[in-house]
Structure formats: C-alpha cells, structure tokens
C-alpha cells in the first residue's frame, strides 16, 4: 500500500466536498477515478497534494502523513501533481522544459554549482522518449500541439522522479490518436510507479485502469474492476446513464 487516503473530510463554506471517504492505492497501481462533476474528485487530487487542506482524516503516503505538509515538501517526498491545463514554460524548448523540471539543483548553491553531464543528458532523453517528443527536442513548448504539451508536462513530472503521480484529466482535448498514445504512455509509467488518474472518457477507463472508483457527493459510491463498475445499478443512474 502506498497510499491510504482514510476518514478524509473537506469543505468548503459548510459545503462538504468529501465526506469521510477512504480510498487506497497499491504499488504500480494505475487507478482510475471517475464520478459526475462535483463528485469531489479534483478535490481528493488537490487534498493528497496538499493544495487543499483536509478538515479532517488522514492522508499517508508510504506512512509519512502528508496532510500537514506543505506542497514542495509533499513534492520532494515522491508524489507528482498534473493540472488539467498543462503547465508548461512555453518559452522555452522541450529540452530546457525537462532540464529546469530536474530536482538535483536544488538551493541556489545547487543552482550555481549544478553541472549536466552525459548521464543527465541521457535521462532526459529518455524521458523525452517516453513521452513521445525525443523529435522535438529544440522545439519551444508554446509551438507544440495541445497533447504534446499534456506529454510534456507528464515528463516534465517524471525527471522528478514521483513514486505517486496525480493525473487530472490527461487526455482532455486530445485526439484519438493521441488517447491511444497516451494509454500506452500510463501503462508504461505504471510499471515502476503508481497513478492515480482522473478521467471521463470510459474508452480510456477501459484501457488502462487497473481499479476504478466512483466518488458521488464526496463518497465512495463503488470501487473495483471497470467491468464491475460498470454493471452497478448506482453508479448507471448516477453517472454512466447520463
């Protein structure tokens, strides 16, 4: 178990957006949450990242409570947030983009003494490959279409070197073409880390989830394989049959 989400409760202005909700992740587990809109799913991303702070429950990661922490702090632990806008330095190219998103310089003696190397090199080049863009090294991250930009923003996420990466909604506004890469793009990252992915296209959710759970009004309304998921009364009337 790498993260165990138990007893959670947020609200906003009396508004109760998770209401005591327990939700877990195993190891190399690409977990899909899905729920009509104000389920509380962002919610749950933003409380495990610490961009919302819980009124009550707990949140472990690797059983280092991070409900307290701040956010670099819960980033330098090991988990990974994406937005569903991508946030990427448009300025700059797909190579500096991965360079600046490296942990090591850290400080600004770091900064000043850092030095790349061949092996860094080649970890971003890796890095670039994974996410489809070694071809578009010397490309500035403004010109890149709208999933490049999803792709780079995941790399961007993973010379970080996450243990937990947070997807929201990755493959909005994309392609079919570009659905189908980045299926194989979260299979691929699953296997030596584990994801939790936010999503509503259910051609996706069939793809690569390994678990699926349906938040509705802040609760878990089911949980399991898609196939189970699916088949459940409540979530059809809530969700799947509108």
Same mark, same amino acid.
């Given at each position: 178990? !790498?993260?165990?989400?138990?007893?959670?409760?947020?609200?906003?202005?009396?508004?109760?957006?998770?209401?005591?909700?327990?939700?877990?992740?195993?190891?190399?587990?690409?977990?899909?949450?899905?729920?009509?809109?104000?389920?509380?799913?962002?919610?749950?991303?933003?409380? !495990?990242?610490?961009?919302?702070?819980?009124?009550?429950?707990?949140?472990?990661?690797?059983?280092?409570?991070?409900?307290?922490?701040?956010?670099?702090?819960?980033?330098?632990?090991? &988990?990974?947030?994406?937005?569903?806008?991508?946030?990427?330095?448009?300025?700059?190219?797909?190579?500096?983009?991965?360079?600046?998103?490296?942990?090591?310089?850290?400080? &600004?003696?770091?900064?000043?003494?850092?030095?790349?190397?061949?092996?860094?090199?080649?970890?971003?080049?890796?890095?670039?490959?994974?996410?489809?863009?070694?071809?578009?090294?010397?490309?500035?991250?403004?010109?890149?279409?709208?999933?490049?930009?999803?792709?780079?923003? @995941?790399?961007?996420?993973?010379?970080?070197?996450?243990?937990?990466?947070?997807?929201?909604?990755? &493959?909005?506004?994309?392609?079919?073409?570009?659905?189908?890469?980045?299926?194989?793009?979260?299979?691929? @990252?699953?296997?030596?880390?584990?994801?939790?992915? @936010?999503?509503?296209?259910?051609?996706? &959710?069939?793809?690569?989830?390994?678990?699926?759970?349906?938040?509705?009004?802040?609760?878990?309304?089911?949980?399991?394989?898609?196939?189970?998921?699916?088949?459940?009364?409540?979530? !059809?009337?809530?969700?799947?049959?509108?």
């Amino acid at each position: 178990m !790498i993260l165990a989400v138990e007893d959670l409760c947020v609200s906003f202005d009396g508004f109760k957006a998770l209401d005591n909700l327990n939700f877990y992740v195993e190891e190399h587990e690409l977990h899909v949450v899905i729920g009509p809109n104000g389920a509380g799913k962002t919610t749950l991303l933003d409380a !495990i990242c610490g961009k919302t702070r819980p009124d009550t429950g707990k949140i472990l990661f690797n059983g280092r409570n991070l409900e307290r922490m701040l956010e670099y702090q819960i980033t330098r632990a090991g &988990v990974g947030r994406k937005f569903q806008t991508p946030m990427v330095y448009e300025d700059l190219t797909v190579f500096e983009n991965l360079e600046i998103s490296s942990p090591k310089p850290r400080g &600004v003696v770091g900064c000043l003494c850092f030095r790349r190397d061949s092996a860094f090199d080649e970890a971003i080049g890796e890095i670039a490959r994974t996410v489809f863009l070694d071809s578009h090294f010397e490309r500035k991250a403004g010109q890149l279409s709208h999933g490049q930009k999803q792709w780079l923003e @995941i790399g961007m996420l993973l010379m970080q070197e996450p243990e937990l990466l947070l997807l929201d909604e990755p &493959v909005a506004g994309m392609s079919a073409k570009e659905r189908e890469q980045t299926a194989d793009l979260l299979r691929e @990252i699953a296997r030596g880390r584990s994801v939790v992915v @936010i999503e509503h296209d259910m051609e996706f &959710v069939k793809a690569v989830a390994h678990k699926v759970t349906v938040l509705h009004q802040g609760k878990m309304l089911a949980e399991g394989k898609i196939e189970k998921v699916q088949q459940d009364p409540r979530v !059809i009337e809530v969700y799947l049959g509108h």
